[in-house]
């Protein structure tokens, strides 16, 4: 999952073997986004909620089914996030404590999902990552939806830490 390119509001999600499987449609001032498949029909939508602790929703078009429900934690906002994929509950671990672009996901005890970054920590697409399922718990839209509510909560985090840092 490649990330946002300056001016270009949709990138591409690709397979291993580098066939495109759909894209993400980004609103870079709303933090919602959604995915398309590859054809470039709408297939999922996020829809923030929430002020101050915010809540994303992934939602299956058109059906309106929940896709990934997740709220950051308080204090930690991965490794204390309430997390549900197709309404079954997953546990987020950010795996680096000095980086927030390394996660795994655990339903139970049993890994489920990694994320990983594809890029260095300094680059201009610090967002680029590979999504790695080892067990068959989720479909492909689900995983998606659920890296890139993962990716826009932790692209929140790091603008909102610059902003007060620069302040």
């Not at 602790?53 to 204090?75: E, H, Q």
């Amino acid at each position: 999952m490649p990330d946002k390119e300056f001016m270009n509001s949709r990138s591409p999600v690709l397979l291993a073997d580098g066939q495109t499987a759909g894209y993400i449609q980004w609103s870079t001032w709303t933090q919602r986004f959604s995915v398309l498949d590859a054809s470039g029909a709408v297939v999922a939508e996020c829809r923030p909620q929430g002020i101050f602790r915010r809540r994303y929703v992934v939602l299956a078009l058109p059906s309106g089914r929940t896709l990934v429900d997740l709220k950051p934690g308080a204090f930690r906002p991965f490794n204390g996030a309430e997390l549900t994929v197709a309404g079954h509950p997953i546990r987020v671990r950010q795996v680096s404590v000095w980086s927030d672009r390394r996660f795994e996901f655990y339903a139970g005890e049993r890994l489920v999902g990694r994320i990983q970054p594809t890029t260095g920590v300094f680059s201009f697409r610090p967002d680029s990552y590979v999504l790695e399922l080892p067990a068959p718990v989720m479909s492909g839209l689900e995983a998606i939806s659920l890296a890139q509510a993962v990716r826009t909560v932790a692209r929140g985090l790091r603008q909102a830490q610059a902003a007060s840092s620069s302040s």
